[in-house]
């Protein structure tokens, strides 16, 4: 039980990620990667160190390739996502990951995906539908960003998946992925954006960012999973979408409307409908 709530902490650091985001608005997104994963990779590496664990950063290529894309990947999205798009619009659609998880593991792991999960994943993107085309109207550069935010899904979806290929890859290892995160992410800002100074409101988001959401979370997710109960952590996940939402609407980044509360109750009800099939 003590390995489900490890995974549980994860769930409520990772309901903090858009509001962190946030938080650090004005940073270009590929830094705000950057200085998160450069944090995460930092204590990562240190608690690793300390515990005499640094061998757990030999891996395959293939391991590598995995864990540094998956997470360099969906977080530079995310932070794109929430800086060209409305924050509460596009931090719903990145949600709709639970919900492809459900419909690639057809495909990549060979499972059968059922009436009940394809109904799931049917009103999640319904809700999806709902909260773009239910009339309000977007500026030009907020259409990029759900774009991003869509594109985010689809990455942590197939990072998702596809690591059962990966299940012997020890937790500690994620400190190594979080470090080639930053080294990426770093590499990409230098060639593909301005540099910005950030001010103490904005190193404060990415130190948080680094520590918890970016950080721990990923390292108590991957106890939990392995030690713990993978079902109900599974389904307890469709409650995060609900509560970043809610902080994000606490924190004056968005309104609640009745659009909203229905697309957000398709959204988190479809992925609990998929995750509860049998």
């Known amino acids: 039980m003590s390995a489900t709530l490890l995974g549980v902490g994860a769930l409520l650091l990772w309901a903090f990620l858009a509001l962190l985001s946030k ?11 950057a200085m998160s994963f450069a ?9 690793i160190a300390a515990r005499g664990e640094l061998r757990a950063l030999r891996q395959r290529p293939l391991a590598w390739a995995h864990g540094v894309g998956g997470l360099f990947g969906y977080h530079a999205l995310y932070f ?3 800086a060209y798009a409305p924050a509460v619009e596009a931090n719903l659609l990145n949600y709709l990951w639970p919900l492809l998880i459900v419909l690639f593991s057809g495909p990549i792991l060979g499972l059968r995906l059922g009436p009940r ?7 999640g993107f319904a809700g999806c539908a709902l909260l773009l085309g239910g009339g309000a109207r977007f500026p030009a550069e907020a259409w990029f960003g759900f774009l991003c935010a869509v594109g ?3 990455v942590w979806a197939l990072y998702s998946v596809t690591a059962k290929r990966l299940s012997a890859v020890p937790t500690e290892a994620v400190a190594g ?8 992410a770093l590499v990409a800002h230098l060639a593909l954006e301005p540099s910005v100074a950030p001010d103490a409101r904005q190193a404060l988001a990415a130190l948080l960012l680094g520590l918890g959401p970016v950080g721990a979370a990923f390292f108590l997710w991957d106890l939990g999973m392995k030690r713990g109960d993978p079902r109900l952590l599974g389904t307890l996940a469709y409650a995060v979408p609900v509560a ?4 994000l609407i606490a924190a004056g980044a968005g309104a609640f409307t009745w659009n909203l509360a229905v697309a957000l109750a398709l959204v988190a009800g479809g ?3 998929a995750a509860t099939a049998r």
């Not at 938080?23 to 990667?33: E, R």
């Not at 944090?39 to 608690?47: N, R, T």
């Open 271 to 273: 992925g609990w409908l």
């Open 80 to 82: 794109a996502a929430l």
């Open 117 to 123: 999960r394809l109904a799931g994943v049917a009103l």
């Open 23 to 33: 938080l650090a608005a004005g940073l270009p997104p590929l830094q705000l990667t």
């Open 152 to 154: 985010c899904a689809l």
């Open 244 to 247: 970043s939402t809610l902080l």
């Open 177 to 184: 992925f979080c470090a080639g995160a930053a080294v990426l």
């Open 39 to 47: 944090v995460a990779a930092l204590v990562g590496m240190a608690v």
